[in-house]
């Protein structure tokens, strides 16, 4: 049975979505404040993590943030007022999965939830690919057309996170604190520093610069 951490301060839909999921065979437990959340989030006995936006204490932007920071991976998808979709488009570029806004029906909820559910239990996936470059995670080897590429395991982690993002802006925040630790100092370069190395070995267009954003993988060389 799926477990589905609910992180909702207003009772009549956090009971709506209680109701909902467990007529559904899911295992659902609702928290009421962002701390708490935070804390079951990471408890690790949850599937999947639906998160409010605002809460009575930290909003759910400081949660989903501390979350990734503490290396939480689980799925998360926010819940949020129609009228902030905007805020909440950029919130995803804080690790969330997925969004929806409120009001919205349950099986719409119900519909993303098990697509989501179904992406994480997906075949594990051992090669991944954009253009012409490959990345194979078992060999920890990179192949660009067709020719195998020497990776230092920095470098490997790295061009890992921009497969996983393809074509999608990462900030130099997401890169560093994935491949070298939160707790790296946030002014250090070495973020560009490996992006020039790994522009050498893959190709020069591959990693593209976004002005005062950060670097996107697109599939030109
Ligand atoms: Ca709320």
Redesign the pocket.
Known sequence: MNRVLVV???ERIASFIEKGLRANGFAPTVVGDGAGGLQHALSGEFDLLLL????PDIDGFTVLRRLREARGSIPVIILTARDSVTDTVAGLEGGADDYIAKPFRFEELLARIRLRLRTERGPEVTVLRHGSLSLDLRTRRASVEGRTVELSAREFVLAEMFLRNPDRVLSREQLLSHVWGYDFDPSSNVVDVYVRYLRKKLGSGRIQTVRGMGYRLTSEA
């Open positions: 909702e301060d207003e409010d936006i605002g809460l």
